[in-house]
């Protein structure tokens, strides 16, 4: 079996993330995650890219505390951690208020390493042509406190709000336009 790295989707996808810049660390994409941070009330915000090289979850964009009472958030995340992943085989957001309502995703060691206890993520899709597209990425925020149920409709317009601002930006450096 061919590892995923050297498949040719997987060289379509390191392609990508090169032209949109999201290969790197990048300090617009740092300065969105601590505007999320902010909004969201919440210690972290991240702008995630899956890289098909390193096989790993690759914060380009991150809002994170400093160094403190805090757990610490590094720069890039094994592929089967947090709740990223997830979000990218739906295909859709998904919002997490408390993260011990669901047992599935109560069970994630963001929980038990970092304490995590909410969540809210969407997907970066790379859909020029609107079908269908490769998702790759996600823009997420997570806390260490649960929030109530009746957040979840203003978390999910606040997620999708940031995923346009990172889409819009990225497109827009890389001198791709959308109908």
């Known amino acids: 079996m061919i590892p995923a790295r050297h498949t040719p989707a997987a060289a379509a996808r390191s392609q990508l993330l090169q032209h949109l810049g999201l290969d790197r660390i990048n300090p617009e994409l740092d300065a969105i995650a601590t505007q999320l941070a902010a909004e969201a009330e919440v210690p972290y ?8 090289v390193t096989g790993r979850q690759e914060f380009v964009g991150l809002s994170a505390p400093p160094a403190g009472g805090l757990p610490q958030v590094e720069r890039s995340m094994a592929p089967d951690w947090g709740y990223c992943p ?11 208020p408390n993260v011990y309502a669901k047992p599935r995703f109560s069970v994630n060691p963001v929980v038990d390493h970092l304490g995590i206890e909410t969540y809210a993520g969407a997907p970066l899709i790379h859909d020029p042509n609107g079908t269908g ?6 823009v997420c925020f997570v806390g260490l406190q649960v929030k109530e149920q009746s957040t979840g409709q203003g978390s ?3 997620i999708k709000q940031y995923r346009d601002r990172v889409l819009h930006l990225v497109y827009e450096r890389a001198g791709i336009r959308l109908s």
């Open 45 to 52: 915000a991240i702008v995630n890219a899956f890289n098909p």
């Open 86 to 96: 997830e979000v990218a085989r739906r295909t859709t957001a998904l919002i997490l």
């Open 133 to 138: 597209g490769d998702v790759f990425g996600t």
């Open 156 to 158: 999910l317009a606040l």
